[in-house]
């Protein structure tokens, strides 16, 4: 049987074994492309990692502090991905305003935002007290 006409419990065919997962990789460096080429909002989150990556790393903090505080921010860019897989899933549907559209969008815009505040409520709680 030809491993790339397989057909998983799932009933969806595709690949499996490496072959799955270097597909898989490459569909995710695929989708890292599109949301920082697409979305300023991962550009200026991905910068502001990188600026408090280092200031986390040259902190006089423990190594567990030091992974909170790199670990909320990459929080931040978890959650805005998935913000824009809905923001782009919705805008694919129609442009004309739906309730139901925009109560998806405000959720995932409401995700990123909880997020947001995790990651400074971690950095205050860790430099401040």
């Not at 072959?19 to 599109?34: D, N, P, V």
């Not at 979305?39 to 502090?65: F, G, K, P, Y």
């Not at 897989?85 to 998806?104: C, F, K, M, N, P």
Request: net charge neutral; with cysteine.
């Amino acid at each position: 049987m030809n491993q790339s006409n397989t057909t998983d419990n799932t009933g969806k065919p595709g690949t499996t074994g490496l072959t799955r997962i270097i597909k898989a990789t490459q569909y995710s460096f695929k989708g890292l492309y599109a949301a920082f080429k697409y979305e300023s909002a991962i550009r200026q989150e991905l910068l502001l990692l990188l600026i408090l990556t280092t200031i986390a790393l040259l902190l006089d903090v423990t190594n567990i502090e030091k992974i909170l505080l790199i670990a909320s921010l990459v929080l931040v860019i978890i959650v805005e991905l998935i913000n824009s897989a809905i923001e782009a899933v919705v805008d694919r549907i129609g442009t004309e305003y739906h309730q139901l559209s925009g109560r998806a969008k405000d959720i995932g815009s409401a995700a990123v935002f909880v997020s947001l505040c995790l990651s400074v409520f971690v950095w205050l709680m860790i430099l401040v007290l």
